[in-house]
């Protein structure tokens, strides 16, 4: 049940390119916590739209896109993240469309060439630091709700992610 945040310019996105954006970039995070994504998973997940004017912008002229999937730290491992990233690459591709433009930078060619201002952050929260239906939730907590446990394969290797995380912990 992650948390999905997106900040941008003012006029960045129109009001039906967040409303195309909604579902992909929710299963883009989702997806890795469950697969396939249900019903009761996608009704425990929110985005939230952050437009800020662009008085308040100094990055860059162009529009900009910091979109950020706040998780329990127990369900991803590298691969995990990496397909999040790709998904969320691919929602803003899908819903943007292709500029025709592109940017080769060190040798690698970026297009559309506003994926050079898309950042995508995975922000994962320690075990013990989720609250979800008014009470602390741990990574398991969060997958039996959301029906990860239906999954024999995925939900051993969450046990074990959540495991790790939880003995990295200082406290």
């Not at 991803?76 to 690459?89: H, I, L, P, Y």
């Not at 469309?97 to 970026?110: A, W």
Request: aromatic content about 8%.
């Amino acid at each position: 049940m992650p948390v999905v945040r997106v900040t941008y310019p003012e006029g960045a996105l129109t009001d039906k390119q967040k409303e195309a954006l909604a579902v992909p970039l929710i299963d883009a995070v989702m997806i890795q916590e469950v697969n396939p994504v249900n019903e009761v998973a996608r009704n425990a997940t929110f985005i939230v739209y952050n437009e800020i004017p662009k008085k308040n912008c100094y990055v860059s002229k162009e529009p900009f896109w910091l979109v950020e999937g706040m998780t329990a730290a127990g369900f991803f491992n590298q691969a995990r993240r990496d397909e999040a990233q790709a998904a969320v690459v691919k929602a803003f591709t899908d819903v943007l469309g292709d500029d025709g433009k592109s940017i080769e930078m060190e040798g690698v060619r970026i297009a559309p060439s506003y994926l050079l201002r898309l950042y995508f952050l995975l922000i994962e929260i320690p075990e013990g630091s989720w609250c979800a239906a008014g009470r602390p939730s741990s990574a398991l907590d969060i997958g039996h709700l959301i029906g990860t446990d239906k999954n024999p394969e995925r939900w051993s290797e969450m046990k074990v992610n959540a495991a790790k995380m939880q003995a990295s912990r200082p406290s």
